[in-house]
């Protein structure tokens, strides 16, 4: 049992470490873990465990009562809203500062994918995905997939993971470049079949074409899409009838 017994001195460097990695996870939601540098995760999560003791020490410890879980609690909830925090705006202050000083326009962002894919202020409406096999496949509209009755049930027009996969809905496809487009079938029926989603690997991509909107135009368009999507039930119950 020696064997399990964790001596002050590294208890208290754990108790240290932990709540910075709280704000780390934050703020690498969107990237891969596997490859992220351990000496960056390791001292990423000791700067957000500083600030977050200094905020503890500074301004709250003196209002709560003097519990080990008090303490442990409220740092690891300061350090996760310092990682939202600065993973919804310090970060792009800070860039935003170094370009106004000419120091450097680099933004630091992961890549290109998350940038369109991640970006809360824009809405990718049209993914047009280019295989390394010659075929494309297509979601024409994707707001129209964006709906509140499919939001609602966890159903959206795509997905995409940090390293390039995408789940999407497939609208129409070509089995050349060359090609015209088909329109896909049964890409909507009614419940239980739902709305049909196809997965496509990153290894399989040769490059991908997006057609992107400001978001806060996706409403009004959902609420057209609504609408539409509508008229394409009953159309299907009249034709299944």
């Known amino acids: 049992m020696d064997l399990l017994k964790v001596s002050n001195e590294a208890f208290y460097i754990l108790l240290f470490i932990a709540p910075g990695y709280i704000g780390m996870q934050i703020y690498f939601i969107d990237r891969q873990w596997n490859a992220l540098n351990a000496i960056h995760l390791f001292y990423g999560s000791l700067m957000f465990s500083t600030v977050s003791y200094a905020v503890y020490f500074g301004a709250i410890d003196r209002f709560v009562p003097k ?6 609690s409220i740092n690891l909830l300061i350090s996760f809203l310092l990682g939202i925090l600065w993973k919804g705006a310090g970060h792009k202050l ?20 998350t940038i369109v894919f991640n ?55 070509k089995e050349k470049e060359d090609a015209d487009w088909e329109d896909a079938s049964c890409v909507v029926e009614n419940a239980p ?13 040769n490059y991908v ?33």
């Open 67 to 72: 519990e080990t879980w008090v303490f442990v």
């Open 94 to 113: 800070l860039h935003s500062l170094l370009k106004f000083l000419r120091i450097t326009s680099e933004d630091n962002e992961y890549s290109p994918w």
């Open 119 to 173: 970006n809360s202020k824009i809405f990718p409406s049209q993914i047009i995905v280019h295989l390394k096999s010659g075929r494309v496949l297509q979601l024409d509209d994707t707001v129209f997939y964006h709906r509140d009755d499919l939001r609602k049930a966890g159903v959206f027009p795509y997905y995409v993971s940090p390293d390039g996969d995408l789940l999407m809905v497939v609208t129409q496809k």
């Open 193 to 205: 079949w739902g709305v049909k989603l196809s997965y496509v690997p990153q290894r399989e991509i």
């Open 209 to 241: 074409e997006v057609r992107v909107c400001p978001k806060k135009m996706v409403n009004s368009l959902a609420l057209l899409a609504a609408q539409r999507g509508q008229s394409v039930a009953s159309d299907s119950m009249e034709h299944s009838a």
